[in-house]
């Protein structure tokens, strides 16, 4: 890779090209009146449809940005992740997220050693003890049957998995309702301990190294109140942890520990242990392996589809053409499906804590923007949100996911002649249109919409786990393309740690007032300080 990929001649054409777009001539309103752009832009690939057609680029943009891809070299260095190469260099790890969807039979080498053995005996685990669980042969302490499952871990150890578990609602047919203890807010345990009946509970503590402290404070919430009720804790906990971490001990029994990856980041983690757990309670064992299995499906194809019919390059190439040469600072996820409402909380993690770095992977200061804001909800709740910005304010690029097939299709009422799945379709095929052509109004400059906002449209046919593995993929892979083209490291997180350093001295004068109600407080920041007096006072 050059020493300064935006120094290259493909970057600069890129930079002069994005002058070219803002010529009246290449508004999108004109762009779009060719009758084979939507055959041109856009494709099918790992069970997925992609529409790229409203996007601002023409032929000349999209093959300067596949010669950028083929410049960064970033299929050989995907490649080269799915194959086990070290790729993480911060950390001197592989990322292997991949591997635990891989059915293929074949192995995959870290450091000379085989993971695939250790990856089928953890889903092998997986199975049995759901299926114990299901067929009422694992108990609580009074003998109980689990119909509630709560999964205490934060960041990587929840949203994938909320998300997956939100997306396939309409098949958990297993009896147990999904909880999720991620805040250390009290609040957020008492409105779950509310829901549930303690007898018949499950706690899944899921965290790799089994230090993160939100997670702890509130495994020991869980065992107090497992206790206040006569309950053993061990009969109602699992651990999802690293092997010979504080959570794999024999001096902290729980029913089972399942171990984790070190090539696994939490973010990227829901296809293992992390995600297999609690999805196949939920949902069943078979179900997470569908799951599992359309996610390699997608693998496969961000792997070793071409280039100019790769979904996830494809995307990450417009993403950054849309953010490093046309200004965008934002994307929206716009989901017309309400199971699929945890999908954007889910990438906004994945890719904002992946993308959102300063400096490249061999240490020098990246001379561009990585990464921008992202944000969503389903539509049409979203058009009635913040739409009005969308069409008239600052212009964001949008992603619309639309779902041929919903999953429930008992309820044919029309209203003004379609039923609501159509009424739902009409405005996802309005929508990207309104944005791309805009409407003049001299007479009414309120009414007036500019028009030549972009946004894509990705096409599911239904809510199976195969396609919400397929989804994931999908995002999982056009996020590491787009680190990969900046060379910045997709898998460390070290913008995390600041934060939680200050909070740890704090927490100490918090320990120091508890244990002494004389005690001063002193961190160091009279701002800190005043806001511990509000805190210990219980007024404003």
């Known amino acids: 890779m050059p020493t300064n990929f935006t120094e290259t001649k493909t970057w600069k054409k890129l930079a002069a090209s994005a002058q070219r777009m ?26 997925v449809f992609l529409d790229w057609s409203r996007q601002r680029v023409d032929n000349e943009i999209m093959q300067l940005l596949l010669d950028l891809a083929k410049e960064t070299g970033v299929q050989k260095r995907f490649s080269d992740m799915v194959t086990g190469e070290v790729v993480n260099l ?3 790890r592989a990322a292997l997220h991949t591997a635990a969807r891989d059915f293929s039979g074949q192995p995959v080498y870290v450091n000379n050693t085989d993971v695939m053995p250790e990856i089928r005996r953890v889903r092998d685990e997986i199975r049995k003890f759901s299926e114990q669980v299901a067929a009422g042969r694992i108990l609580g302490t009074t003998g109980k049957p689990f119909r509630h499952v709560v999964v205490i871990g934060i960041g990587g150890s929840y949203l994938g998995t909320e998300f997956a578990a939100s997306a396939l609602q309409g098949m958990a047919d297993t009896g147990i309702e999904l909880h999720f203890l991620s805040n250390v807010d009290v609040d957020c345990f008492g409105g779950i301990a509310a829901q549930i009946d ?20 509130n495994e020991k919430l869980a065992k107090n109140y497992l206790s206040s009720y006569g309950l053993k804790p061990e009969d109602h906990m699992v651990a999802v942890t690293s092997r010979g971490s504080p959570g794999d001990d024999s001096s902290n029994p729980v029913r089972q520990v399942f171990h984790m990856f070190d090539f696994i980041g939490g973010r990227f983690s829901v296809s293992s242990a992390v995600g297999g757990v609690p999805l196949s ?13 359309g996610a390699g499906e997608m693998d496969r194809h ?38 699929l409402s945890r999908l954007p909380a889910h990438i906004q993690q994945l890719y904002m804590e992946s993308t959102g770095k300063a400096v490249t992977q061999q240490g020098r200061q990246v001379e561009t923007d990585t990464g921008v804001i992202i944000f969503g909800e389903p539509g049409t709740n979203a058009q009635h949100s913040f739409f009005q910005l969308a069409h008239q304010g600052r212009p964001i690029p949008l992603e619309f996911i639309g779902v041929i097939n919903p999953y429930y299709n008992d309820y044919e009422t029309t209203s003004k002649g379609v039923t609501n799945h159509q009424e739902l379709w009409a405005n996802l095929i309005a929508q990207p249109r309104a944005l791309a052509c805009g409407s003049e109004n001299e007479a009414h400059p309120a ?11 990705m096409l599911l046919s239904s809510l199976s786990p195969e396609n919400i593995g397929r989804l ?9 393309y787009e680190a990969f083209i900046w060379d910045i490291n997709p898998f460390d997180q070290y913008g995390v740690e600041l934060g939680k350093t200050l909070a740890s001295d704090i927490r100490k004068q918090m320990a120091d007032k508890n244990n002494n109600p004389e005690h001063r407080f002193a961190t160091g920041d009279p701002v800190s300080d005043a806001y511990l007096e509000i805190l210990f006072s219980g007024n404003l």
């Open 22 to 47: 803002l010529l009246p001539e290449n508004h999108l309103r004109h762009l779009l009146k060719n009758k084979n752009r939507f055959s041109e832009y856009s494709c099918s690939g790992g069970g």
């Open 90 to 92: 911060t950390e001197n």
């Open 198 to 217: 303690p007898e018949a509970t499950l706690w899944i503590v899921i965290s790799k190294s089994y230090t993160t402290t939100e997670t702890s404070a």
């Open 281 to 293: 309670l939920y949902l069943g064992y078979e179900r997470f392996e569908r799951f599992l299995k």
């Open 302 to 339: 961000a792997q070793k589809a071409p280039a100019e019919s790769n979904l996830p390059l494809i995307s990450a190439l417009i993403s950054i053409w849309n953010n490093n040469f046309l200004g965008y600072p934002a994307f929206g996820i716009i989901p017309y499906s309400t199971p």
């Open 447 to 457: 009414r007036n919409f500019p028009g030549n906002r972009p946004s894509s449209v």
């Open 472 to 480: 994931l993929s999908f995002y999982e892979a056009r996020t590491v």
